[in-house]
C-alpha cells in the first residue's frame, strides 16, 4: 500500500520509509505524489492542524495519507509556543532565535517549574477516508542554556535527565521522542488491519 506522507521534508520521509516499510506500506512524499499545494495550518491545536493536512492532500489524492504536527509545550508559559512552536521568535527566526526566546522568558525560573513536553500529532487518512488522530509526547524540562549539536528546533535546550536533546544520538532520540511515539501508535494500528493495495 502506498501512503502520501504530507511533506516534502527528507528526514521524515526516511524515518517513516524505515518504520513502516517492514509493514508493507511505501511511503512517498507529496510532491512524489504529484501533490503540489502549500498547505495554511489554520487550527490552533495539533490534532487540528495535522488533520487539515491530511484531509487537504486525501481530497486531491484519494489516497492514504499521513500529516503531523508537532511542538514544544512549556508549562510556565501556559504550554506556549505550541502549535506556534515554529514561528515563535518571529517568521525569519532562526532555531538559536527560538531557543534564546524561551531561554529570556524563563531567567529567574526556578528548575521545578520549568517542566515541558514535546509533542506530536500524528492524523491518518485511509484510502477510504477513515480517519485517525494518534499523539505522541516525550516529557522533559528546559535547560539554563543551549547544549549539543545534535537534532534541531529546541533540542539543544529540552533536557532529559541531565542531557539535552541535541546532546544525545538520533538513535536514542528516535526510541524516546514524541514522533516516535505517536509513531508507535500508528505501526500499531497499520498492523491491526488490512489494506488493499493502491
Same mark, same amino acid.
Not at 17 to 35: D, H, M, N, R, Y
Not at 84 to 96: I, L, P, V, W
Given at each position: 500500500?502506498?501512503?502520501?506522507?504530507?511533506?516534502?521534508?527528507?528526514?521524515? &520521509?526516511?524515518?517513516?520509509?524505515? =518504520?513502516?516499510?517492514?509493514? $508493507?506500506? #511505501? %511511503?512517498?512524499?507529496?510532491?512524489? @505524489?504529484?501533490?503540489?499545494?502549500?498547505?495554511?495550518?489554520t487550527?490552533?491545536?495539533?490534532?487540528e492542524?495535522?488533520?487539515?493536512?491530511?484531509?487537504?492532500i486525501?481530497? &486531491?489524492?484519494?489516497?492514504?495519507? =499521513?500529516a503531523?504536527?508537532? $511542538?514544544? #509545550? %512549556?508549562?510556565?508559559l501556559?504550554? @506556549?509556543?505550541g502549535?506556534?512552536s515554529?514561528?515563535?521568535?518571529?517568521?525569519?527566526?532562526?532555531?538559536?532565535?527560538r531557543?534564546?526566546?524561551?531561554?529570556?522568558?524563563?531567567?529567574?525560573?526556578s528548575?521545578?517549574?520549568r517542566?515541558?513536553?514535546?509533542?506530536? %500529532?500524528?492524523?491518518?487518512?485511509?484510502?477510504s477516508?477513515?480517519?485517525?488522530?494518534?499523539r505522541?509526547?516525550c516529557?522533559?524540562?528546559?535547560?539554563?542554556?543551549?547544549?549539543g549539536?545534535?537534532g534541531?528546533?529546541?533540542?539543544?535546550?529540552?533536557?532529559?535527565?541531565?542531557?539535552?536533546?541535541?546532546?544525545?544520538?538520533?538513535e536514542?532520540?528516535?526510541?524516546i521522542?514524541?514522533?516516535?511515539?505517536a509513531?508507535?501508535?500508528?505501526?500499531?494500528?497499520?498492523?491491526?488491519?488490512?489494506?488493499d493495495?493502491?
Amino acid at each position: 500500500m502506498k501512503i502520501i506522507l504530507a511533506s516534502n521534508n527528507k528526514n521524515k &520521509i526516511a524515518e517513516l520509509k524505515q =518504520i513502516l516499510s517492514p509493514l $508493507g506500506c #511505501e %511511503v512517498i512524499s507529496q510532491s512524489e @505524489a504529484g501533490v503540489n499545494i502549500e498547505v495554511e495550518e489554520t487550527g490552533t491545536t495539533f490534532e487540528e492542524n495535522s488533520m487539515i493536512k491530511a484531509k487537504a492532500i486525501h481530497e &486531491i489524492s484519494k489516497m492514504a495519507v =499521513i500529516a503531523d504536527d508537532s $511542538g514544544l #509545550e %512549556v508549562d510556565y508559559l501556559d504550554k @506556549a509556543p505550541g502549535v506556534y512552536s515554529h514561528r515563535y521568535a518571529g517568521e525569519n527566526a532562526t532555531d538559536k532565535d527560538r531557543c534564546k526566546k524561551i531561554l529570556s522568558e524563563l531567567d529567574g525560573v526556578s528548575d521545578e517549574k520549568r517542566t515541558a513536553r514535546f509533542v506530536c %500529532v500524528i492524523s491518518y487518512i485511509d484510502s477510504s477516508g477513515n480517519t485517525s488522530v494518534l499523539r505522541g509526547e516525550c516529557e522533559g524540562y528546559i535547560g539554563r542554556e543551549m547544549k549539543g549539536d545534535n537534532g534541531f528546533g529546541y533540542d539543544p535546550i529540552f533536557m532529559i535527565g541531565d542531557k539535552s536533546f541535541a546532546e544525545i544520538s538520533s538513535e536514542e532520540k528516535n526510541t524516546i521522542s514524541h514522533r516516535a511515539n505517536a509513531l508507535k501508535k500508528l505501526t500499531e494500528k497499520l498492523k491491526g488491519e488490512k489494506y488493499d493495495n493502491n
